[in-house]
């Protein structure tokens, strides 16, 4: 059984660029959540996909989008970097809509913007 | 707006010793899970606790979700070196999908 895998693991952009990060659900999972773990602080709900469409979204602006694919894999985009978006991506992929189900979390995208 | 607040948020002891975390909020969650994370690592599920005033123990860890459903307590038992990492508590709510974290408690513990 393969796990949730994420690319890239760490990647640097400068302010206003833009960025996509990728992830690889577990095998047999159809739920996607993203969340944004900034240094010292605990995950923050960004958005979740459940069979392509978007399952509720966090506390972000519109800047942050995100897609899900027909093999349940998922992008995150985010637009016009800011500095503040310099955190630690996590995608977790589970078996159930919503947050109920045991949540498997990948190592994680770490963006720094310069 | 739910917020969980975790304490204490750093917490540095001698191999042996017990402790204890809080996690508490003034909204009622359906339930409430613990992950431990690593460094470099994404976090991992410990414990879901459902019902209020459940006790759930893993090895020397014991789980406890207040009658309420609005706190939890961690409490480990004879701390080892390998415990050392960011414990995170999280409450699921229904609605959206998603888990709202504490903001964790980072636990080092040394030999």
């Known amino acids: 059984e393969t796990g949730v895998t994420q690319s890239p693991t760490h990647l640097i952009k400068t302010r206003g660029q833009q960025v996509t990060l990728r992830c690889s659900s577990q095998?047999?999972?159809?739920?996607v959540s993203w969340y944004q773990q900034a240094l010292g602080q605990g995950p923050q709900f960004i958005f979740q996909?459940?069979?392509?469409?978007?399952?509720g979204r966090g506390n972000f602006p519109p800047r942050f989008s995100g897609l899900q694919f027909p093999n349940y894999s998922s992008e995150l985009n985010v637009n016009a970097l800011e500095l503040d978006d310099s955190a630690l991506y996590l995608c977790?992929?589970?078996?159930?809509?919503?947050?109920?189900?045991?949540?498997?979390f990948g190592e994680g995208s770490r963006l720094t913007v310069l | 707006t739910q917020l969980l607040e975790q304490s204490p948020q750093f917490l540095s002891i001698q191999e042996g010793e017990n402790l204890t975390v809080y996690c508490n909020s003034s909204?009622?969650?359906?339930?409430l899970q613990w992950y431990r994370q690593e460094p470099g690592e994404g976090p991992v599920l410990l414990v879901t606790?459902?019902?209020?005033?459940e006790v759930k123990k893993l090895k020397r860890l014991t789980f406890q979700f207040g009658d309420a459903r609005k706190d939890s307590s961690l409490h480990i038992t004879a701390a080892q070196p390998g415990d050392t990492g960011l414990y995170l508590c999280?409450?699921?709510?229904?609605?959206?999908?998603?888990?709202?974290f504490g903001q964790g408690t980072e636990l080092s513990v040394k030999p």
């Open positions: 977790a992929s589970s078996s159930r809509r919503g947050a109920t189900g045991e949540l498997f």
């Open positions: 095998s047999g999972h159809n739920t």
């Open positions: 996909y459940y069979r392509e469409e978007e399952n």
């Open positions: 909204s009622v969650f359906s339930s």
């Open positions: 606790v459902v019902t209020g005033g």
């Open positions: 999280a409450g699921v709510y229904n609605q959206g999908g998603k888990l709202i």
